[in-house]
C-alpha cells in the first residue's frame, strides 16, 4: 500500500482567506485552517490497484472564528479542481472506520 499526503494551510483575515506561511502562527491567535488530502494505493489483483482519497479539514484559533474559517476554506478548495483529477462525490463519502470495514 502507498500513501501520500498533502496539507496546505490557510488563514482567515477578517472576509478574506489565504494560503498561510509555512511558519504557523502562535498557537490561539490566528483564524487557521489546515487542509489534508491523502491518497491510497491499495494493491488489487495482480499489478492492478484500487486509488482512494480522503479530505480532512482542521480549524485552530479563536472560538468565535472556527465555523467561518472552517466554511470558507472549505469552499475554497472544493471549487478548484483537485490534484490528478480526483473527484470527490458525497456518494462516495465515508467515515475512515466505515472504509476500513469494508476492505
Known sequence: MRKQRR???FSLAGER???APEVPAP???QARCAVELTELRVPYQG???QEWWSLGLEATGPDESLRHGLEATAALVLAQDLPG???LRIDDSRSYADWLRSR
Do not use: E, N, T
Request: glycine share 14%; proline share 7%; aromatic share 0%.
Open 7 to 9: 496539507v496546505i494551510s
Open 17 to 19: 482567506i489565504a494560503r
Open 27 to 29: 498557537a490561539g491567535l
Open 47 to 49: 499489478p492492478h490497484h
Open 85 to 87: 483529477g480526483v473527484d
